[in-house]
């Protein structure tokens, strides 16, 4: 089936410092989603591109979605304590109803 | 912002007992699904569900597992027999239409099998 890797897996860093998370497929995708997760919370989300080559911001996140439809950024500017989290990208099959499909996730750790 | 909600938040249940999960989708929504977050992994498709029947389900959704919409609101998912293998968080998703909209997710039941 469609899987989505995300890299990398972890990261370390500074408050303050910029951030960039990709994913990659190796099947094509119509939209690409980017979610967020907070310990104990529901996935939460915060872009979504549904054109190839869209550069969408929201606020200090900037996502593009990628020419080949197959890959996707996710940017972070200026990071802050809260940017702790889960950062999953997902893309939609739509066979019948849409499900879901997830990458393994980013986990972003912020050094005060 | 109208939310998909979840109850309870943590289910323990003994191994082989039943357990029901339930949601509350968007009110305006009409395809819902369910996923799960095994601790430490990626969020999986379990099933979806449209105009009360399932529409597809993935391999994990075998026949311990049902799906229900009892009423105009609620959307319930039952495992059977609980294993220590369904341990796992439990997310509800709702949607609109069967678009590139994206899924709506609730904070998720956490399922402890002892």
């Known amino acids: 089936g469609q899987q989505l890797n995300q890299s990398p897996q972890s990261m370390f860093i500074q408050e303050g410092e910029d951030v960039s998370m990709n994913c990659t497929s190796s099947s094509i995708f119509n939209t690409w989603l980017w979610y967020k997760q907070d310990p104990g919370e529901g996935p939460v989300l915060l872009i979504a591109?549904?054109?190839?080559?869209e550069l969408t911001s929201n606020g200090r996140l900037t996502a593009q979605f990628g020419i080949t439809r197959k890959d996707s950024f996710l940017n972070i500017s200026a990071s802050i304590p809260s940017d702790v989290g889960i950062y999953f990208c997902?893309?939609?099959?739509?066979?019948?109803?849409?499900?879901?499909?997830f990458g393994q996730g980013t986990r972003l750790t912020i050094n005060p | 912002e109208p939310e998909v909600t979840q109850t309870p938040s943590h289910q323990v249940t003994q191994m082989g007992q039943e357990v029901i999960l339930r949601c509350v989708p968007i009110s305006n929504h009409l395809y819902f699904y369910w996923y799960r977050q095994i601790l430490g992994q990626k969020v999986e498709f379990l099933v979806s569900f449209y105009n009360n029947e399932i529409s597809e389900k993935s391999e994990i959704f075998d026949d311990q597992f049902s799906v229900e919409r009892p009423d105009g609101s609620n959307f319930t998912l039952k495992i059977r027999s609980t294993k220590l293998e369904d341990s796992a968080m439990y997310f509800c998703?709702?949607?609109?239409?069967?678009?590139?909209?994206?899924?709506?997710f609730g904070d998720g039941t956490r399922l402890s099998i002892l």
């Open positions: 998703a709702s949607v609109r239409r069967n678009s590139n909209q994206p899924q709506h």
């Open positions: 997902a893309g939609p099959i739509i066979q019948g109803a849409q499900k879901l499909v």
């Open positions: 591109l549904y054109k190839a080559g």
